[in-house]
């Protein structure tokens, strides 16, 4: 069978994610999400991977949640309705969860439609790269239920902003590359056929730095969204930084620096 994921390394330490049902715009089904969990554990636990790229087969980067039937989560057995729906809610909704937990930077090259819980996979992403055709909706509303789902309420006013999350959470209406990109939604919009190579341009990157290091600066980014202020912000840094200066990292640095060569970092 056809993987429903498929896992590529197109550099050194990158791994690279593709959802693959291209007929159906990689709409969500159990099968589908389960496989992405099972990728994203086997990449957390691999400390040779230190960045990773996720897209999309075909014109689509992923549509929703698959109208025709999302199927049954691992363990859903149809005994009680209630227990199975919210076990299908949960198996969805902590993707996003990991891709956060995920030790390694995660970057979206979204290649084309990314509605519902397709936007919440960008949004919980470190680094979001679009194509000019991509399009963007918080789709949930529009078949009934509340756009407060998947952790898009709380990620989204984080990353363009109350009023505009409100505007866009609220009508559910479409927007663009072009809109992301203004309202900072996006780091940048690629013409066709640049979009992978500008994902791979900023996961080569990634990967060329100290991974404790890395590592460590996606923790604090994203800790710094939920603490209430800048003086633990700042004690918390404090200690993150003192713990980044134990092992090998910093002398290997400092000396490719002084000696004028790349530096080679342990995994």
């Given at each position: 069978?056809t993987p429903l994921?498929?896992?590529e390394e197109p550099?050194?330490?990158?791994?690279?994610?593709?959802?693959?049902?291209?007929?159906?715009?990689?709409?969500?089904?159990?099968?589908?999400?389960?496989?992405?969990?099972?990728?994203?554990?086997?990449?957390?636990?691999?400390?040779?991977?230190?960045?990773?790229?996720?897209?999309?087969?075909?014109?689509?980067?992923?549509?929703?949640?698959?109208?025709?039937?999302?199927?049954?989560?691992?363990?859903?057995?149809?005994?009680?309705?209630?227990?199975?729906?919210?076990?299908?809610?949960?198996?969805?909704?902590?993707?996003?969860?990991?891709?956060?937990?995920?030790?390694?930077?995660?970057?979206?090259?979204?290649?084309?439609?990314?509605?519902?819980?397709?936007?919440?996979?960008?949004?919980?992403?470190?680094?979001?790269?679009?194509?000019?055709?991509?399009?963007?909706?918080?789709?949930?509303?529009?078949?009934?239920?509340?756009?407060?789902?998947?952790?898009?309420?709380?990620?989204?006013?984080?990353?363009?902003?109350?009023?505009?999350?409100?505007?866009?959470?609220?009508?559910?209406?479409?927007?663009?590359?072009?809109?992301?990109?203004?309202?900072?939604?996006?780091?940048?919009?690629?013409?066709?056929?640049?979009?992978?190579?500008?994902?791979?341009?900023?996961?080569?990157?990634?990967?060329?730095?100290?991974?404790?290091?890395?590592?460590?600066?996606?923790?604090?980014?994203?800790?710094?969204?939920?603490?209430?202020?800048?003086?633990?912000?700042?004690?918390?840094?404090?200690?993150?930084?003192?713990?980044?200066?134990?092992?090998?990292?910093?002398?290997?640095?400092?000396?490719?620096?002084?000696?004028?060569?790349?530096?080679?970092?342990?995994?």
């Amino acid at each position: 069978m056809t993987p429903l994921v498929l896992v590529e390394e197109p550099a050194p330490h990158v791994r690279q994610l593709t959802l693959n049902r291209p007929d159906e715009l990689n709409a969500m089904t159990a099968e589908l999400c389960e496989a992405l969990h099972v990728e994203l554990r086997r990449i957390a636990a691999e400390r040779s991977v230190r960045a990773v790229i996720l897209t999309g087969a075909g014109r689509g980067f992923c549509a929703g949640v698959d109208l025709h039937g999302y199927g049954a989560a691992p363990g859903n057995d149809g005994s009680d309705e209630p227990r199975d729906r919210l076990a299908n809610q949960e198996h969805m909704s902590t993707l996003i969860l990991e891709l956060r937990a995920l030790p390694q930077p995660v970057i979206a090259a979204v290649n084309g439609p990314a509605a519902g819980l397709g936007l919440a996979l960008a949004l919980g992403c470190d680094i979001r790269y679009a194509a000019a055709q991509a399009v963007f909706r918080v789709a949930f509303i529009n078949i009934g239920v509340s756009n407060c789902d998947m952790g898009t309420s709380w990620l989204l006013p984080r990353l363009i902003g109350a009023s505009r999350s409100h505007e866009l959470m609220l009508t559910g209406r479409r927007f663009d590359a072009e809109e992301a990109l203004r309202i900072g939604l996006l780091a940048d919009v690629l013409d066709e056929g640049k979009l992978l190579e500008r994902a791979l341009l900023a996961a080569t990157q990634i990967a060329s730095l100290a991974p404790w290091g890395v590592r460590l600066t996606k923790q604090g980014m994203w800790a710094a969204l939920e603490i209430p202020s800048q003086q633990a912000v700042v004690e918390y840094e404090d200690r993150q930084q003192i713990m980044a200066t134990f092992g090998q990292a910093v002398p290997e640095a400092v000396g490719a620096f002084l000696e004028k060569r790349p530096a080679e970092f342990a995994d």
